[in-house]
T-cell receptor, first 115, second 116 residues
Framework: DAGVTQSPTHLIKTRGQQVTLRCSPKSGHDTVSWYQQALGQGPQFIFQ???????QRGNFPDRFSGHQYPNYSSELNVNALLLGDSALYLC??????????????FGDGTRLSIL | AQKVTQAQTEISVVEKEDVTLDCVYE???????LFWYKQPPSGELVFLIRRNSFDEQNEISGRYSWNFQKSTSSFNFTITASQVVDSAVYFCALSPSNFGNEKLTFGTGTRLTIIP
């Protein structure tokens, strides 16, 4: 039973560039959430995708965008990268059963470094 | 707005000692969920427990136990007879319970080090 997988593991970019991070949810899960975790901090919610639409969004600028595909996999795109975007980006998946708030299962994350 | 406070930044205990990690939360919601996650050095957040605000019963799972007190807005986590493998960063988190609103609000975490 494959868990949440994220790619790439590590990424180095320079300011102003654009980046795409990818996530495959745990088998059987249909909802994907993205979080940003700065060093020494707790994860901060970016947004959540369900049925290929952004269902909920945290306090992140429009430079952060995403997509969910019919197979439930998801991408996080960040444009015009800033030094402050350096962080661990975590993807989490869950199964929407109409009950809400099912435990979210996390991947190992993508470590993004901006030079 | 929701907020989670983990006042203990770092804790070190000798192996086999018991240790309690504190979590205090703030929310205006009448119903909500509370969670604990473990983050080992690999980075993956490992789900430990989810508790509905309606259920104030304490829970025990092996060496782990959780004490939920709604009156003090606390959801503390105790590890009994700690082991080196328990070393990690532990996060307490909170989310609303209404459908379609599953944003997790995390605390800043407590780094637990178990000394052999």
């Amino acid at each position: 039973d494959a868990g949440v997988t994220q790619s790439p593991t590590h990424l180095i970019k320079t300011r102003g560039q654009q980046v795409t991070l990818r996530c495959s949810p745990k088998s059987g899960h249909d909802t994907v959430s993205w979080y940003q975790q700065a060093l020494g901090q707790g994860p901060q919610f970016i947004f959540q995708y369900y049925e290929e639409e952004e269902r909920q969004r945290g306090n992140f600028p429009d430079r952060f965008s995403g997509h969910q595909y019919p197979n439930y996999s998801s991408e996080l795109n960040v444009n015009a990268l800033l030094l402050g975007d350096s962080a661990l980006y975590l993807c989490a998946s869950s199964l929407e059963r109409g009950l809400g708030n099912q435990p979210q299962h996390f991947g190992d994350g993508t470590r993004l470094s901006i030079l | 707005a929701q907020k989670v406070t983990q006042a203990q930044t770092e804790i070190s205990v000798v192996e086999k000692e018991d240790v309690t990690l504190d979590c205090v939360y703030e929310t205006r919601d009448t119903t909500y969920y509370l969670f604990w996650y473990k983050q080992p050095p690999s980075g993956e957040l490992v789900f430990l427990i989810r508790r509905n605000s309606f259920d104030e019963q304490n829970e025990i799972s092996g060496r782990y136990s959780w004490n939920f007190q709604k009156s003090t807005s606390s959801f503390n986590f105790t590890i009994t007879a700690s082991q080196v493998v328990d070393s990690a960063v532990y996060f307490c988190a909170l989310s609303p319970s209404n459908f379609g609103n599953e944003k997790l609000t995390f605390g800043t975490g407590t780094r637990l080090t178990i000394i052999p």
